[in-house]
């Protein structure tokens, strides 16, 4: 029974359960939304032009006693676009920049901490050639870069 709870455990910890956990809750979230606009915005502007009060009745017919509604297949496909495209532009597409973001700091080059900075060799040299006169100039400059 441990060994059960530990692998369930391990499951959830697991970073693909939880971004799809994400994705659901946030995806359920942008489908209210997008319901809301799809009816309360698109659907009038589109039944507009049908001269119908909303697409499921656009496109209404019968066959021996059943109907068929083409303006409610119509309803639901601009509403799984609609998310989709929400879904898409505010929580793939940036988290697609952020991973490449990442992925470029991760890939930056290190500096090699044995070379010097230019300005500090600069440095170093106008140190070595104070010394230098100092000393009387018997000490020969260093050779610059």
Request: aromatic letters at 8%; glycine letters at 6%.
């Amino acid at each position: 029974m441990k060994n059960v709870f530990e692998g369930f455990k391990e499951f959830i910890s697991r970073g693909n359960a939880v971004d799809l956990a994400v994705g659901v809750v946030i995806g359920a979230a942008f489908s209210a939304v997008i319901d809301a606009l799809v009816k309360g915005v698109l659907t009038p502007i589109i039944a507009a032009l049908f001269g119908q009060p909303n697409l499921d009745s656009v496109g209404q017919f019968t066959l021996n006693n059943a109907a068929f509604y083409p303006g409610a297949v119509l309803t639901a496909l601009i509403n799984f676009l609609l998310v989709a495209a929400a879904l898409y532009f505010f929580v793939v597409l940036p988290l697609n920049k952020l991973a490449e973001r990442r992925a470029a700091k991760q890939d930056a080059p290190v500096e090699d901490a044995t070379e010097k900075a230019e300005d500090v060799v600069l440095l170093e040299q106008i140190r070595d050639l104070l010394a230098a006169k100092n000393s009387g100039g018997n000490t020969p400059p260093p050779p610059l870069p």
